[in-house]
């Protein structure tokens, strides 16, 4: 219910109380003309005793349920009035007014039918104990309000402790029904709901946290270890960084030992969105990834004999030299050729929303990406529209490098991160002392951009070797233009 119409609130309960209302009228003014002899009617004093009883309280439940239940109890809780509790009212008026009618009818009976009633009402409530254990639950349940439909909740079972997990479909007199991530209908007794262990993951927010833990090797610095963690958290698209600063990703140590170093990596998540165990699967192949392309190796949980492990330094030529030999845009390159570009790349880092390339922009420098993630952005009807994200391994800005092609889309970091840049005067003597390298790198860049852009007509005729061949051949001669055309 709006509670801010209160004119539709009016005309609302108008409208419900006017039938039992309007009723009541009539029987009064047919009892008044009866007294006044007017009309003779046998018995019509039963007839108008329970006219007043039934309409009476028909009135009364539309009251109880619109005023009392709808407005003024709806606007102390702040919730709607569970369907559930106007239903027991109306039972409950329903058995008064049979009583009340009985003991018009019959004068001198309800005594003996209130006595007999309660010896049944015994024997049935022995009978059908489980029955009203779960209608008394699911009233329960609804009153408390401890999950609504729509929402994701786990039930952890006391006696066999299995849990079920999915969205609430349904709550009814006897069961509640939820709906799993499989497609399959688990009905729920009311009964196992009030002994059961809920979790409601939808509430008091729709972000719930998880995590995961990764041991690495005593040896890496643990800023350095918790800045890639970070990143790799960040990187995975399932992780939701919530708009409040409680809610980003964050990174604990939780255990230290010889062999090695405890990390918990802790990030937010709707569950009711993503499964929880495609997101902890998504989150430890981004954590992988990044840890691969840092040259930093898991740590062994039991250690006999350890020796002292190097780890790979992104700060060090070396170590850049390792990480640009995993992009596929050096392959076949050679190892020397890849330490003189690593040692004139610099490596830069960057924060959440940096913008590091912006579209139809003519600068020419590439980046590598060793942590974090960002996102790929073209505009298009004066709208950006996101068309891809890469994370650690990914490099872009290769095209305006080799070729001098203007910016064609904008690139934003998603999390904090880092990557290495190559400027056209850092590859430009490098490009110089290595005859081979324009050759390599426009095979590789025209591979990448059939791949990526799917530029291979299946109806063309045209071989897959024979467009790489052709489309690295005009890649070759932009480069040439470029290059051997500034000396």
Excluded at 86 to 108: C, D, E, R, S
Excluded at 113 to 137: E, N, Q, Y
Excluded at 170 to 176: M, Y
Excluded at 298 to 318: F, G, M
Aim: aromatic share 6%; with cysteine; net charge neutral.
């Amino acid at each position: 219910m709006d509670f801010r119409e209160p004119r539709n609130q009016t005309t609302r309960i108008l409208k419900s109380i006017a039938i039992p209302a309007v009723g009541l009228g009539i029987v009064a003014f047919l009892d008044n003309r009866a007294r006044s002899g007017f009309f003779h009617i046998d018995h019509a004093d039963r007839l108008v005793t329970i006219g007043y009883i039934l309409l009476g309280l028909a009135l009364a439940y539309r009251l109880i349920c619109d005023v009392a239940l709808d407005i003024v109890l709806a606007r102390a809780s702040s919730r709607r009035v569970p369907k559930i509790l106007k239903h027991l009212i109306g039972i409950a008026l329903v058995l008064l007014a049979a009583l009340m009618v009985t003991n018009v009818l019959y004068p001198g009976a309800l005594t003996s039918l209130l006595t007999l009633s309660s010896v049944i009402a015994v024997v049935v409530g022995l009978a059908l104990r489980p029955i009203i254990l779960d209608i008394f639950s699911g009233v329960s349940a609804n009153l408390d309000a401890a999950f609504h439909i729509g929402d994701w909740i786990e039930i952890n079972g006391r006696n066999d402790g299995r849990s079920q997990t999915g969205w609430v479909e349904q709550i009814n007199w006897r069961t509640t029904h939820l709906r799993t991530r499989s497609g399959n209908l688990i009905v729920c007794p009311n009964s196992t709901l009030s002994t059961a262990v809920i979790i409601n993951y939808s509430r008091p927010s729709r972000l719930s946290r998880f995590g995961i833990k990764v041991r690495l090797p005593p040896e890496l610095d643990c800023d350095r270890a918790r800045q890639i963690l970070l990143a790799a958290a960040g990187a995975a698209s399932v992780v939701d960084h919530g708009a409040a600063e409680q809610q980003v990703p964050d990174v604990m140590i939780t255990a230290m030992e010889a062999s090695g170093v405890e990390y918990w990596i802790r990030f937010w998540l709707d569950p009711s969105q993503d499964s929880i165990d495609s997101a902890v699967d998504e989150v430890s192949r981004s954590v992988m990834r990044h840890l691969q392309f840092a040259g930093i190796p898991l740590s062994e949980k039991v250690v006999l004999h350890r020796d002292r492990r190097p780890l790979v330094d992104v700060r060090s030529a070396s170590g850049r030299a390792e990480a640009f030999s995993r992009a596929a845009l050096f392959d076949g390159v050679s190892r020397d050729t890849l330490q003189i570009l690593a040692g004139e790349a610099g490596l830069d880092r960057f924060r959440k929303g940096d913008t590091l390339i912006r579209q139809d922009d003519t600068d020419t420098d590439m980046f590598l990406l060793v942590e974090g993630a960002v996102q790929v952005a073209v505009e298009s009807h004066g709208a950006e529209v996101i068309v891809a994200s890469m994370r650690a391994g990914d490099y872009f800005g290769e095209m305006s490098l080799l070729t001098g092609e203007p910016r064609t889309a904008t690139i934003r970091a998603i999390t904090d991160g880092a990557a290495y840049r190559i400027s056209r005067d850092a590859i430009s003597p490098v490009i110089e002392s290595d005859g081979a390298l324009m050759e390599v790198l426009s095979r590789n860049l025209a591979e990448r951009n059939l791949s990526r852009e799917g530029k291979i007509s299946r109806n063309s005729g045209e071989s897959p070797e024979k467009a790489a061949e052709g489309l690295a051949s005009m890649l070759l001669g932009r480069m040439m233009s470029i290059f051997r055309g500034s000396r």
